[in-house]
């Protein structure tokens, strides 16, 4: 475990912490006026080997031979010359500092990372994070990589193994109640498709496209068709021989497809490695296991009463009111990062979406 001190005066800055992935909804900006609640769970923090936030450079103004070299093989928007290795907490673990009021960013209904760090260390006054709590964004405070040092407290930690994961069984749900800012009435919620999945759907969706070699794919029956069949339908062309893609991972059989669904270790980001041949196409932990045993949703109550120690009252959770969507922000971070995108049929896919965003549907 590791705490986070003051590169100026070593002073605390957060709590113990144990290290997990970087999750896939990170930097993900969703809807408008969209309360989004905090991104890390307490107690842990996450390491993002990019560089993100102020300053930013246009496409333009990037030599293509330095955007390479950064991973990025397609045009962007813009990209980041801050530095790499930013640290993200739960704002709840962060010790001994202040926020720097005039140094908030948009403030359209909180405070965002625009103007650079706006937390400093009480002791010393260094500006060490950036407070993230506007609609839309996922709450987090970012540590800055340059003004914080990590000083490891005890032994290494073991990652919790496969099989213990899978005995655990914490799935992401698909669906969840997602609040709202500015009603006259105050707050409000409403049912959706979860934010996680579909940022987790986004970067699934590039890997699929890039493992189709731009013929068809079709992926299982189930939620996962509900998932990306639409998208991949719309983007791919029709017609035989399609490529197929299958669940994979801890406790399947070994996959015997051309693509395999397979999940990502929570902790260490590790993608599950027993896929053979097959294309790896990486999904969070918690939301490959709903694809593998996802809840079962009936159209009407059953009958008889609950089974033997389970206890529940309430009716099952609502469906959302419209089809399942992309993150697009997600989507293009991905693809962009692939090598495969600078073929001609992807690239032409990734041109479209930039200038005309035709797959507004699905996204």
Not at 355 to 361: E, G, L, M, P, T
Request: include cysteine; hydrophobic fraction near 40%; charge should be negative.
């Amino acid at each position: 475990m590791f705490v986070f001190v003051c590169a100026g005066c070593g002073a605390e800055l957060t709590t113990l912490l144990s290290q997990v992935a970087l999750p896939v909804h990170a930097h993900q900006k969703y809807g408008n006026g969209i309360q989004l609640p905090v991104l890390m769970e307490p107690r842990t923090f996450a390491v993002d080997p990019e560089p993100w936030g102020p300053p930013w450079r246009r496409w333009e103004e990037i030599d293509p031979g330095e955007a390479t070299a950064r991973g990025v093989h397609a045009p962007v928007h813009a990209l980041s010359d801050g530095a790499p290795g930013a640290i993200v907490i739960a704002p709840g673990d962060a010790r001994g500092t202040r926020l720097v009021p005039e140094r908030g960013g948009g403030h359209c209904c909180g405070l965002d990372e625009a103007d650079g760090p706006n937390m400093a260390c009480a002791e010393c006054g260094l500006p060490v994070a950036s407070r993230v709590d506007d609609c839309s964004l996922w709450q987090a405070v970012w540590l800055a990589p340059d003004a914080v040092r990590r000083m490891p407290v005890g032994g290494p930690e073991e990652p919790i193994s496969w099989a213990e994961l899978m005995a655990e069984g914490k799935g992401t749900p698909p669906c969840e109640p997602i609040a709202t800012w500015g009603t006259p009435l105050g707050s409000a919620h409403y049912w959706s498709w979860s934010p996680r999945w579909e940022a987790a759907a986004g970067r699934a969706l590039a890997h699929l496209l890039a493992a189709s070699e731009g013929g068809p794919v079709t992926v299982p029956a189930g939620p996962a068709e509900e998932v990306f069949q639409r998208a991949l339908d719309t983007l791919l062309p029709a017609g035989p021989p399609a490529r197929r893609a299958v669940l994979a991972g801890p406790g399947l059989p070994a996959p015997d497809a051309d693509i395999a669904l397979v999940p990502t270790h929570p902790q260490t980001g590790e993608v599950w490695s027993r896929a053979g041949s097959a294309y790896p196409v990486p999904l969070p932990f918690g939301v490959w296991l709903r694809l593998v045993l996802p809840e079962p949703h009936l159209p009407e109550p059953a009958s008889g009463g609950m089974p033997d120690g389970v206890l529940r009252d309430d009716p099952p959770a609502p469906r959302p009111c419209r089809m399942f969507r992309t993150d697009p922000g997600t989507f293009e971070h991905t693809l962009v990062r692939l090598p495969a995108v600078r073929t001609p049929w992807l690239r032409a896919i990734h041109e479209n979406f930039r200038r005309h965003r035709q797959f507004v549907d699905l996204f």
